[in-house]
């Protein structure tokens, strides 16, 4: 990556995302669909987009359905490890084309189909009678219908039916072709419920890879802290079945850390090991020689954090992400962004910058996919609530087991939002139309540079800064002056 006007360390102060943009340059890249946008950081992931572990925003319905479109999602580490463990192996056998549906018995009511089926981006429940399709509840089905109705008496016959192998390109043609048909019903050879696949769900499985482990399972990352027995917890973690270990706390360059690091390095985990979170080159060179594959760049800048308000303590995202990845990269090794990605461009500007992946929390908070109730306010606009794992609420859940003395003292250090409303976006409330988004921005973003991979995203990109008009002019306009 190289400044416009001048050489990094000239500039004076520290830059975010805001701040800068991307000069387009020579391509030689004939289509979008020339990028590769698999990170280079042996993580397996086929995108570079990493759900952050937070509660609010990282649980299994989101690890397998980012994970089916190539990117991984880390478990947070207030779970319990024989929760991890049910989260792991429900993940890995989920059918890595196929959606999971919301699957109901006929006798189910009406009220039990509404308050599952927001659990879906495709809006709908499939009803199976001895593990075979009987038939499709979708919400419109249920409008003016008494809340005790059995679903039997008001689901609709699958409409299309395909078998498990059908091409998704065959399964996108079928349900073009036929009318009112929302969802593909896949089934096995004796007939049993597979999965499902809408429409752009199919197209969808036409244009990303899964991130799949050697067996073919789909992957999945999970997080632990830096107290109590750490070695025990990771290989806990390592035997359930996890693809990457993080090791994360706010002040990663510690001893605490660095001890934790090397305890996990000395398991020889045969899994990557990443740590956070640093905003220095002291910090990433002191993670990667305690044995981190990857370092998790950002202090302060997540949606739900208030760390620089609390403690003047963090730094700009973006020059975090270029220092910190130029220092990793001298040791082979690679950088995380973690927080404050609220559009594609973020995503782009971190990789230019050298990031192997991108971390995102609160964004994806506000889709189906987050593990929350979905509710809506007084004017009826759909939100979920999230919060900060160093919020009052998540210190007090993850501390419910020490003495109330204890907790007592640790609820004094809280750097987190506890309640946050992250509305759903009804053009794109599934994490899948962010990913689309995102991928779809980073996709052009490297076609503009001229670059095929995000390898030569990094190399060829041309950043400049911007003043605050700069950034403003970019931004759409809703309505007219
Ligand atoms: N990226 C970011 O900007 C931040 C992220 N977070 C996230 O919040 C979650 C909880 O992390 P964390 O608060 O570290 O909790 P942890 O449960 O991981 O505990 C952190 C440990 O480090 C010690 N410690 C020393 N200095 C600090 C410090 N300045 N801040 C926090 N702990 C410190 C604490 O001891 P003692 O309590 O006795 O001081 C405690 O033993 C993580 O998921 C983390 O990523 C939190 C803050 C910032
Ligand atoms: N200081 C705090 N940082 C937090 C907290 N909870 C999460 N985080 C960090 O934010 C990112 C996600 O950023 P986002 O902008 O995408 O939401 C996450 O990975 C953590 O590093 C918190 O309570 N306090
Ligand atoms: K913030």
């Known amino acids: 990556m190289r400044l416009l006007h001048q050489p990094a360390d000239s500039l004076g102060h520290d830059l975010t995302y805001d701040d800068v943009f991307m000069v387009p340059a020579h391509s030689a890249v004939g289509s979008r669909y020339d990028v590769d946008l698999a990170t280079p950081d042996d993580t397996g992931a086929t995108i570079p987009v990493v759900v952050a572990n937070m509660t609010a925003i990282a649980g299994k319905r989101m690890a397998e359905t980012v994970a089916r479109r190539g990117g991984l999602t880390v478990i947070p580490q207030d779970i319990p490890i024989d929760v991890v463990r049910e989260v792991v192996s429900f993940v890995k056998a989920r059918h890595v084309v196929h959606d999971t549906p919301i699957e109901l018995a006929p006798t189910q009511t009406v009220a039990e189909a509404l308050s599952l089926i927001p659990k879906r981006a495709h809006r709908a429940a499939v009803v199976t009678e001895g593990g075979s399709p009987v038939g499709v509840v979708a919400e419109q089905d249920c409008a003016d219908v008494d809340r005790f109705a059995q ?11 395909v078998a498990a192998d059908t091409s998704p390109r065959e399964a996108f043609d079928r349900l073009d072709a036929t009318a009112h048909a929302a969802l593909a019903v896949a089934v096995d050879a004796e007939g049993r419920l597979v999965g499902v696949l809408t429409r752009i769900g199919a197209l969808r499985a036409t244009l990303y890879r899964p991130a799949v482990d050697a067996a073919g399972g789909l992957r999945i990352a999970a997080a632990i802290g830096v107290n109590g027995d750490v070695a025990a917890k990771a290989a806990a973690l390592v035997d359930a079945g996890v693809d990457c270990l993080v090791i994360d706390t706010a002040h990663g360059h510690q001893d605490r850390m660095l001890d934790a690091l090397r305890a996990v390095r000395a398991l020889d985990p045969g899994v990557p090991v990443v740590a956070g979170n640093v905003v220095s080159r002291d910090g990433t060179e002191a993670l990667v020689q305690a044995g981190a594959d ?12 208030t760390t620089r308000m609390m403690t003047g303590v963090g730094r700009p995202q973006f020059s975090a992400v270029l220092d910190c990845a130029e220092a990793a990269r001298e040791l082979g090794k690679h950088v995380w962004a973690d927080g404050g990605v609220r559009h594609p461009r973020d995503v782009a500007l971190a990789l230019a910058a050298g990031a192997s992946s991108v971390m995102i929390g609160s964004w994806f908070a506000g889709t189906h996919e987050s593990p929350g109730d979905l509710l809506h306010d007084a004017d009826g606009r759909a939100f979920k609530r999230s919060f900060g794992m160093a919020s009052a609420r998540a210190v007090a859940s993850r501390t419910a087991g020490e003495s109330a003395f204890d907790r007592a003292r640790k609820g004094l250090y809280e750097e987190g939002i506890s309640s946050s409303r992250m509305y759903l976006d009804p053009e794109r409330p599934g994490v899948e139309d962010l990913l689309d988004q995102i991928c779809s921005g980073v996709r052009s973003a490297c076609t503009y540079a001229g670059a095929t991979t995000l390898a030569e995203l990094h190399e060829r990109a ?18 007219s002056w």
């Open 151 to 161: 679903v039997r008496d008001v689901m609709t016959p699958p409409l299309v039916t």
């Open 462 to 479: 041309v950043i400049g800064v911007q003043s605050a008009a700069g950034f403003h002019e970019g931004r759409p306009l809703s309505s």
């Open 294 to 305: 990857i370092v998790k760049v950002g202090v302060g800048p997540g949606a739900m954090c």
